[in-house]
């Protein structure tokens, strides 16, 4: 059985995105976000090139997702470039389990930095509060999950299931 690398990639950011949902449903206004932490793990442990087609996948996932506060098909060039980004930071020999807190510090920035754009631009209010929530609390949660997608990551490798 080999080639599981992929299907676990689109499946991975379909879970995160119902982790994110499930609070929002709940009341919590700005959950962390889970979709770019997936993202974030699958880009540290494989690079560049994986990391841009799975926030590619989880961008369209989070603009179909409800409610939908963007306009469609703004986010998925946010996850991407935050995917490839994130890639940049890829080390071939591992890292220290803190590396992951500025990379998706920076890969939130990334995301938000259009639909703040757009909101600048069409002269209406930008959630200040929400992204200044929504940026510490993904990069605190994110060291936890990053190592657990690349933990995934490297379990199947190491199984030859990918």
Request: hydrophobic fraction near 60%; avoid cysteine.
């Amino acid at each position: 059985m080999t080639g599981l690398r992929w299907p676990v990639r689109v499946l991975l950011p379909v879970v995160a995105l119902v982790g994110v949902l499930a609070p929002g449903a709940r009341g919590v206004l700005t959950p962390p976000d889970l979709v770019l932490i997936v993202v974030v793990g699958v880009a540290l442990s494989a690079g560049p090139g994986p990391g841009a087609i799975t926030g590619l996948l989880g961008g369209w996932l989070v603009d179909l997702a409800p409610p939908v506060a963007v306009p469609p098909g703004l986010s998925a060039p946010g996850y991407a470039a935050a995917g490839w980004v994130a890639g940049l930071a890829h080390r071939r020999s591992g890292h220290p389990w803190w590396w992951s807190v500025p990379v998706v510090a920076a890969a939130v920035l990334v995301t938000r930095a259009a639909p703040v754009l757009v909101d600048l631009a069409s002269a209406r209010p930008v959630a200040w509060g929400a992204i200044a929530w929504q940026v510490p609390a993904t990069a605190t949660i994110g060291p936890v999950l990053v190592a657990v997608v690349e933990r995934l990551e490297a379990g199947l490798v190491r199984r030859r299931w990918a």
